[in-house]
């Protein structure tokens, strides 16, 4: 540990602390910080930047700009007049504060302590040295006896666990993922894109000689590499592809003429319009295409099969999904098992295997966190799997969990869709760095340029009646809330919790003195107040909450001061539920709702969506009785449907607004009520989330996108 300043950095523990409270920093951050740390008073170059956080990769100037600045923001200095980091003008940055190594008690120490504590406790000089004796001996041996219990069993772990290095194996600007080694070890497919541009490319690599080539796919539109299958000539491979957009979806094979050519006939398998795929493999002994799915776009996912002789699909055998359901799989290389990924409405994973010659079905380890990537081992008995978050690891344990050792650890976020490396031993895996930040698309008359970090911050919650709102990032490695105001260009935390919990939706309330928070399948109910800046909330407390579900929350939003209206996926379909925060009360609606709305400038009504026709409309809430008992008679058609697939609705100031992705692209609808000729739309990069106010509209898109694929080397 080392200390600068007022600050203390912790490079084993990955802490940056601040009297002895942890500052919340994110990882590449952290990194930058501790280049500086390691190197105090030298100029650090911008080049020596990129070579120790980007190394092989293109790098924008900005982006190095924006590091600086978002570090500078974390330890609380400024450009003009620094405390720790300074602009050396045309040469770089330097850390001007003094660098001191804090070590931790040593032995001597220890003894010293001992011996001072106990010459106040013996006064006879005899006495004084045999026990002093004694004691500091009988000290010296417990530890030296931990050091080496720590040292054997610090070795045997070592030994028990696989060595692994891992390899780049592309480093230019942008994403690449979905990654596919052929067959013949040397040529490397994958797809990249960048945040600005919607399609992905298809690219190869020659791993032996570092030739990269794009290779051109026409109109294609490719999303994934779900396999790569070389035919017994040696000389064909067929290239399985998934295109999946909002509003189509397709599998498709095509036929690659050499390693880097596809012939002009591409073959449609299958259309997938009426369903979400979350993701898909292809059995090549089999001839089938097993996937995971939404039916109608909404949980729970199943999982199904396509049969490429039959052209028929079929479920396939499997226990009856729940929560988000069967939601990833993977064919064991020996072609015999398919393992499958199923997470509950509790947020835990269940590992599931089907035996494909039997259809019988066997557990696996169910984990205490959701996991969105494992996959079969190359002796078709063991797993890789990726570890919790923050840290970016791959495990390798069998099936039941146990003999878990790490063999992969890097810096960067682990994308999925990892893969086997076709020699028994290895694995590819891609990297990214999707960095969602929050930007005023319509903004106040007066503002200040937003605080984002360059990680993941998404969610705005705007206030009503002052100039502040909420948002999660992921900026100390775990989502949080944090604070900002429109004035004030420095976000503060206002949660630390130690739990990797999943953030979602967040509304305030029209008052501003309360928030309604979704905690993975769970809505708390928050008090503005214990939200603070002093000191930031650690645990979410049982008398908070409101509402638990069996199936997945997909909306939120406040009905009136005392109500809450929650929207969950039950059998495929929305419904809506009221909850009452005075007494936790649940009201089920009648089933013809799917979402409830309010519009804080007009809180005399609420608004609602009709389930199947998607059709808006109106009720005063002075004519409710009873949630339960809203009828067509009590709500006004609006005349007014939205466009299917929307989510995030919401609504304001007498103007409706969603989201919609059409042909590619993401959309923000402005639908004003009164006038809906009047209507427009906002293209988007990707939309996260949003909110608005009075008009303002604050959204939460994609701003960069990185990553890089990579192997081991075993």
Known sequence: MKQFGEFVLDTKQTRLLRQDQEVAIEPKLFELLSLFVEQPNSIISRQDILDALWPGSLVTDNAINKMIANLRKVLGDGAKNPRYIQTVPKRGYRLISEVLPIAPYSVTDITKQISSETRKD??????????????????????????????????????????????????????????????????????????????????LKNIHTEQTEQIDIGSVSMSQIIALDTQEDGKTTNLFYLDKKQSSCGVYRATLSSVNQIKHTVEKLFDCSNKRIKDIDYHAEQQVIYYAAQPKNL????????????????????????????????????????????????????????????????????????????????DSKKIYYYASPPAHQIIKSDLDGDNATTVVNVSEYLAPRMTLFPDGQNLLFSTKQENFSNRWLVPPEQVEKIDNSTVNDS????????????????????????????????????????????????????????????????????????????????????????????????????????????????????ELVVVSLNNKKIQPINGQWAYGLTDSKQPDGIYLIEQQTNALYRAKLAELTSYSAVNQNQAIPLHLNLADGFYHVKIDSNTLYYGSDENGNTYLNVVPLNDTKKSKKYLLDELSSYDVNNGQIMVSDIESLEGDVHRTIH
Not at 492 to 507: C, D, E, H, Q, S
């Open 122 to 203: 013996y006064g006879n000089p005899k006495i004084l040295s045999s026990e002093y004796n004694r004691k500091v001996i009988f000290i010296f041996l417990s530890i030296l006896l931990c050091v080496l219990l720590w040292q054997f069993f610090h070795d045997k772990d070592h030994e028990s666990s696989t060595h692994y290095y891992t390899k780049a194996l592309t480093r230019s600007h942008g994403a690449e993922q979905s990654a596919r080694m052929h067959p013949d070890r040397k040529h490397l497919y994958y797809l990249k894109k960048d945040a600005k541009h919607a399609r992905f490319q298809l690219w």
């Open 299 to 378: 949980w729970p996912n199943q999982i199904y099969a396509f049969e490429l002789k039959s052209q028929k699909h079929s479920l396939a055998t499997q226990t009856e999904p729940a929560g988000w359901g069967h939601h990833s799989i993977d064919i064991s290389p020996d072609g015999e098992k398919l393992l499958i990924m199923s997470t509950n409405s509790d947020y835990k994973t269940q590992l599931l295997v089907l035996d494909l010659l039997t259809n019988e079905i066997t557990e696996g380890v169910k984990f205490n966190r959701p996991v969105y990537e494992a996959i079969w081992h190359h």
């Open 459 to 574: 969610n705005p919650a705007l206030f009503h009646h002052s100039p502040q709102y909420l948002f999660v990032s992921e900026r100390s490695g775990r989502r949080q809330l944090y604070l900002a105001h429109y004035d004030n260009n420095q976000a503060k935390i206002v949660t630390n919790f130690a739990l990797p919990y999943w953030l979602g939706y967040i509304a305030v309330s029209t008052d501003d003195q309360s928030v309604l928070l979704n905690v993975e399948n769970k809505i708390y109910h928050l008090p503005i107040s214990e939200l603070s800046i002093v000191n930031p909330l650690t645990l979410l407390k049982q008398e908070h909450l409101i509402y638990s579900s069996e199936s997945p929350i997909i909306s939120l939003d406040w009905l009136s001061k005392s109500k809450a209206a929650i929207t969950t996926v039950v059998d495929g379909s929305p």
